[in-house]
Each structure stands twice: as structure tokens, then as C-alpha cells.
């Protein structure tokens, strides 16, 4: 996503029209009680009674489905209002348009990123839905509903004094991401790349939230911030009216480096409920819905056309 991506009117052209008022703490009514819920980006969605009948009974009886997620991680989940509870977002509008199709709550809990897969883990929630990329090593303790595909993107300030072009251009430089990311990842498995080059290791800093790093590349402690390029994107148009960061434009890279399937991760408790889920997703692709949420986000290109189950390569 380029930072001259028209986001803007983006959002003004697919504004969503969910109306769920499920926040934080997960009030509101129960999906489950009406055969059609609240239209989602121009679409009414349909409770599919198979699809309610095929959940794991303990999700039935209590009428949701626990979320997980890093609050913020723009695009993907933010605060509606600052300050307030109520929760917006890919994500959060995903999970929204999911429960109206399954005829249950998707209710979300801010988790520190690092914490959502042992949290899952220990029971305490059934899926994460937070950009979470899709990798073999996660698969050990969940299981994947792949929905999207990006890759990584770097976030400079604006003018981008340090002249970065490409991910070579991190080499010796203090770099932020969150911890326990795929960005991290990248970061990392990239400082054989610098030796090889001459140079100087990525100086890697990582930090609990990307908000957090964010912060750190606004007052100059780090050079750049790693993060996923729809992320990248959305920060860019956004904080200070566009005037606070840009992002990275590598010909080379045009949808982010290492590009990988991002998934909502389903915890392995609860059988049946990945199975549920992926046909969801499914039935929101065939439908327009899926895409019509990304394109409220400008991110219209990372929506797959077939909702995979475990897809990750590596």
C-alpha cells in the first residue's frame, strides 16, 4: 500500500454498515436469535442454520465465539473512539459479520500480542483474529482460517530522512517491531543478508505494541518500523492527517516483503469450530462481504478468493 493510496475515499465509497454494537466486554444481543442479522458492507447477512448446528456445543450454549486481539493494530482493530471501548477495524468488522453468519457473538478481548497464543492455550479465549500471519509453527497450537495475504512494510517518518528504499537500507540502523511478529521474524532471518553485504546488522528493538514503536520512530529512537504493509499504509494516511509517516515503496516489493497468508487462529480445543469458521469466511467471500470489508480499509487487494485452512509455507 503506497502512502498516496487514496484511502479516504476508500472508506467514503464502502463505508461498512455493520451496526453490532458488541465491544470489549462483548455486549449485545445474540445473533442466534434472528435468522438475519445487521447488513454488512451493502450486504444482508444470513444466519446459516447448518453452519449455527455445526458448532461445538460449548460455543452454542454460550451464544460466542472469545477473541483474542492486539488493540491497536491499525487497520485491522482500533479503538473507534479514544479513550473508549468500542472497537473498529477489519478485524473486529470480519468477526462481526462472521457471528451474523454462524448465529453468535464474536466477542473481542484486547490481549497483548505476545500473550494471545498462550492465553489460547490455557482456555481462556478460542481464537484470535489480530492480522496474525499464518506460519507452521503457530499451526503446532492452532488452527488457521486463512482470509488474506500481505506481507511486510516499512514505516519511516515523513521526507523519510534516512533515505531507506528497500530492506537493505535497515542494515545498521535501528529498526522497531512487536515482539513475538512475523515482522520480527523478517528482521531477524534479514542479518545474514547485511553480513553478506558488508554491513552492519539490523539493530533490532522490539516493543509490547506496534503503537509503541511507532512512538519510538516519531521521536527518533529508531530509523524505521517494521510492521505489515496494510498496517504501514493505513498509519501513514491516517496520524496527523498524513503529515507523520510514510510508508517504504520498493517496486520490488509491492505488496510487502514475504508476502504470507494471514489467518483468524482457532484454538484446537474445540473441534468442529475451524471447520464452521472456514466455511463462514467462505460464504462471506462468495457474497462480496469479505472484500467490501477490506475495501473500507483500502486494503480490497489482500482479500483471497478462497477461504484455505492451514496455508502457511514456512
Known amino acids: 500500500m503506497l502512502h498516496t493510496h487514496p484511502w479516504r475515499r476508500a472508506v467514503a465509497a464502502t463505508a461498512l454498515l455493520i451496526t453490532a454494537a458488541t465491544t470489549l466486554s462483548g455486549c449485545g444481543s445474540d445473533p442466534g436469535d434472528s435468522d438475519t442479522a445487521a447488513p454488512a458492507a451493502g450486504v444482508r447477512i444470513t444466519r446459516d442454520a447448518k453452519l449455527h448446528a455445526a458448532l461445538p456445543a460449548a460455543v452454542r450454549s454460550a451464544g460466542a465465539v472469545r477473541v483474542a486481539t492486539d488493540v491497536p493494530y491499525a487497520p485491522f482493530v482500533m479503538f473507534a473512539t479514544e479513550g473508549k471501548p468500542e472497537l473498529t477495524g477489519?478485524?473486529?468488522?470480519?468477526?462481526?459479520?462472521?457471528?451474523?453468519?454462524?448465529?453468535?457473538?464474536?466477542?473481542?478481548?484486547?490481549?497483548?500480542?505476545?500473550?494471545?497464543?498462550?492465553?489460547?492455550?490455557?482456555?481462556?479465549?478460542?481464537?484470535?483474529?489480530?492480522?496474525?500471519?499464518?506460519?507452521?509453527?503457530?499451526?503446532?497450537?492452532?488452527?488457521?482460517?486463512?482470509?488474506?495475504?500481505?506481507?511486510?512494510?516499512?514505516?519511516v517518518t515523513e521526507g523519510n530522512p534516512h533515505h531507506i528504499t528497500e530492506l537493505d537500507d535497515l542494515c545498521g540502523k535501528k529498526v522497531g517491531a512487536e515482539a513475538a511478529t512475523h515482522q520480527l521474524d523478517v528482521l531477524k532471518a534479514h542479518q545474514a543478508a547485511c553480513r553478506d553485504a558488508g554491513k552492519e546488522p539490523v539493530s533490532i528493538q522490539t516493543f509490547p505494541k506496534d503503537s509503541d514503536?511507532?512512538?519510538?520512530?516519531?521521536?527518533?529512537?529508531?530509523?524505521?518500523?517494521?510492521?505489515?504493509?496494510?498496517?504501514?499504509?493505513?498509519?501513514?494516511?491516517?496520524?496527523?492527517?498524513?503529515?507523520?509517516?510514510?510508508?517504504?515503496?520498493?517496486?520490488?516489493?509491492?505488496?510487502?516483503?514475504?508476502?504470507?497468508?494471514?489467518?483468524?487462529?482457532?484454538?484446537?480445543?474445540?473441534?468442529?469450530?475451524?471447520?464452521?469458521?472456514?466455511?463462514?469466511?467462505q460464504a462471506l467471500i462468495d457474497d462480496g462481504t469479505l472484500r467490501r470489508i477490506c475495501a473500507k480499509y483500502g486494503v480490497a487487494s489482500i482479500a483471497v478468493r478462497e477461504a484455505t485452512k492451514n496455508a502457511a509455507v514456512s
Do not use: C
Open 90 to 155: 477489519l478485524d473486529y468488522d470480519l468477526g462481526q459479520a462472521l457471528g451474523a453468519k454462524l448465529g453468535v457473538r464474536f466477542t473481542f478481548t484486547a490481549q497483548k500480542f505476545d500473550g494471545i497464543v498462550p492465553a489460547i492455550q490455557a482456555g481462556k479465549f478460542d481464537a484470535v483474529m489480530s492480522a496474525m500471519t499464518d506460519t507452521k509453527e503457530r499451526q503446532q497450537v492452532l488452527d488457521f482460517v486463512d482470509y488474506s495475504v500481505s506481507g511486510s512494510g516499512i514505516l
Open 213 to 281: 514503536a511507532q512512538l519510538a520512530l516519531r521521536s527518533r529512537k529508531v530509523a524505521a518500523d517494521l510492521l505489515t504493509k496494510p498496517a504501514a499504509g493505513w498509519t501513514a494516511e491516517t496520524a496527523d492527517s498524513g503529515r507523520a509517516f510514510e510508508v517504504v515503496d520498493d517496486p520490488e516489493a509491492v505488496g510487502g516483503y514475504e508476502a504470507t497468508p494471514n489467518g483468524i487462529g482457532v484454538t484446537k480445543r474445540l473441534p468442529g469450530l475451524t471447520d464452521a469458521v472456514q466455511k463462514a469466511v
